[in-house]
């Protein structure tokens, strides 16, 4: 029996101690925000925050997931990730939208661990998640609204 607390709420899950967390919170609790991309940790498409840092997980066993984990479903209860969304939304980012949720998990993350991140710090924390549509210039942009240097641009 594994415990983990997604969103707030403990959920009591009867699954092997090696699944991918991944597969915990989409298949078995059926927050589906969070994809499935490459399945080795390469895209970024599955990123969830546990105890507020960006994962992929993908690659995270459930075993490995103590602490609050943190989905696309919830990130707008975090007045960062509220910001980051309404940037997204603002700037009409997502195109097919695949890969978005992960991309602002990692966005959120970012912002919180570096309120005034820099260009190059953007484009360096987030080049572990891809898009296929190739929105990265629109990505870079929200970024950028969502931690205010695009006023100061």
């Known amino acids: 029996m594994v415990t983990l607390n997604i969103n707030g709420q403990q959920h009591e899950l009867d699954v092997p101690d090696d699944m991918p967390l991944l597969w915990a919170i989409r298949d078995v609790l059926g927050f589906k925000g969070t994809k499935f991309g490459c399945g080795i940790a390469q895209c970024g498409a599955c990123t969830v925050h546990?105890?507020?840092?960006?994962?992929?997980?993908?690659?995270?066993?459930?075993?490995?997931?103590?602490?609050?984990?943190?989905?696309?479903?919830?990130?707008?209860?975090?007045?960062?990730?509220?910001?980051?969304?309404?940037?997204?939304?603002?700037?009409?980012v997502a195109q097919c939208g695949y890969c978005q949720g992960g991309q602002i998990m990692n966005a959120t993350s970012l912002?919180?661990?570096?309120?005034?991140?820099?260009?190059?710090?953007?484009?360096?924390?987030?080049?572990?998640n891809l898009c296929r549509c190739g929105t990265y210039n629109r990505i870079l942009a929200a970024i950028e609204r969502a931690s205010g240097e695009e006023e100061k641009a």
């Open 50 to 92: 546990l105890n507020g840092t960006a994962i992929r997980s993908c690659t995270t066993p459930v075993s490995a997931a103590a602490g609050e984990i943190t989905t696309i479903e919830a990130i707008d209860q975090d007045p960062v990730g509220k910001r980051v969304q309404k940037a997204w939304l603002d700037l009409g």
């Open 111 to 128: 912002l919180k661990q570096n309120p005034a991140p820099s260009k190059d710090d953007i484009v360096s924390a987030m080049a572990g």
